[in-house]
């Protein structure tokens, strides 16, 4: 299936688009690719997965959506500084009422 129809957006055709995957910081592959086709839209994919699901953009939402990105909109903060939790469960072997 390479054309993706979008009720308000328009068609996005997977096959013609022009697609560049995403680098770590470390120049490695990275899990997603993005997609520009010819008529403005913009898509992202799993790049394991190009079958897969594809979201896809206007020119405006995909330039507010990387925006968010350079302004760290979507940063998740770091678990370097959590506490270590032990999770402890419960032996089942052994009776309830001690």
């Not at 994919?45 to 206007?58: F, H, K, N, S, W």
């Amino acid at each position: 299936m390479t054309k993706r129809e979008h009720p308000l957006k328009g068609e996005f055709d997977t096959a013609t688009a022009r697609w560049e995957r995403t680098t770590h910081e470390d120049g490695t592959p990275a899990a997603l690719e993005i997609g520009y086709a010819d008529n403005g839209l913009v898509a992202l994919r799993m790049a394991e997965d190009p079958e897969g699901d594809v979201l896809i953009y206007t020119p405006s939402e995909w330039e507010a959506f990387v925006e968010g990105v350079r302004d760290g909109e979507f940063d998740l903060e770091t678990w370097e500084d959590e506490p270590i939790v032990e999770i402890i469960e419960d032996d089942e072997d052994e009776p309830a009422d001690k």
